[in-house]
């Protein structure tokens, strides 16, 4: 029998139990101007240093945390669902987790690039994209065929996002779509669910409902991520040994 595929769409609102601030909402970094403004392309161009320590901190934090019982229980659900998870968090907690088929929008925290590879030019290939774990990278730190500034593989405001189309794709093949932990605001991300075929079941899980109007059936589950994932995997048929 074939299983059902189901495909994740999660935000920062998964990770957050697992003491990873959001980027937005109550305690997010992007509430400060300050940062915000260095997680820009512009801000690559003119201070690069500031930008590489603001990252080097954020990957250092990273090797503190772990994955929580959302992330845990989404891993578990490959036993009876081709689940594919399309993420906007840069951390590692899925993969840490214990999931296979990720899909990460804005970056991944815990790699670099040459600045002059992943882009038009060579088709986004990630190629020279390094895993450097929870270590930093230094201004003047150089890499790739063009021994140019190593910088974070990460999606800068104001950056291209290349995998949002094969995020379309998976999402258009879904039995099952959810969405847990994203307020649905950044786009192109928050217009993923449009891509889902009319077959498919659509469920949201947050404790404010996001605000927007969806223009079919969705069901809501208000609660955090933890206990929001029990109820979905109560409501799919998901049900552990």
Same mark, same amino acid.
């Given at each position: ?14 990770? =957050? ?29 003119? !201070? /690069?240093? @500031? =930008? ?26 490959? @036993? ?5 998870? =399309? ?35 060579d088709n986004f290939s990630e190629e ?20 140019? !500034? ?35 605001? =950044?786009? /192109? ?7 889902? /075929? ?20 969705? @069901? ?22």
């Amino acid at each position: 029998m074939k299983r059902k595929k189901l495909v994740v769409l999660s935000g920062a609102g998964i990770s =957050v139990e697992s003491g990873i601030a959001p980027f937005r909402g109550a305690g997010g970094l992007w509430n400060n101007n300050e940062m915000a403004k260095l997680a820009t392309a512009e801000a690559w161009q003119e !201070q /690069p240093g @500031r =930008v590489l320590e603001f990252f080097n901190q954020r990957r250092r934090q990273l090797e503190d945390v772990r994955p929580n019982g959302a992330h845990l229980l989404l891993a578990r659900m490959e @036993r009876d669902f081709d689940v594919v998870i =399309v993420t906007q968090n840069i951390d590692n907690l899925h993969e840490r987790a214990g999931s296979s088929n990720i899909i990460h929008l804005h970056g991944e925290l815990t790699k670099v690039r040459p600045e002059a590879s992943f882009t038009e030019a060579d088709n986004f290939s990630e190629e020279e994209v390094t895993d450097i774990g929870y270590g930093e990278v230094r201004l003047g730190e150089k890499g790739g065929k063009s021994r140019s !500034q190593l910088r974070p593989h990460v999606v800068f405001f104001g950056e291209a996002v290349p995998n949002i189309v094969k995020a379309a794709e998976e999402v258009s093949t879904a039995d099952i779509l959810l969405i847990v932990g994203t307020s649905l605001v =950044v786009y /192109p991300a928050a217009g993923l669910y449009a891509y889902a /075929p009319e077959r498919c079941e659509i469920f949201v899980i947050d404790p404010t409902r996001p605000q927007m109007q969806f223009p079919r059936q969705v @069901r809501f589950i208000e609660e955090t991520a933890t206990k929001g994932m029990e109820i979905f995997a109560k409501a799919i048929g998901f049900i552990e040994d």
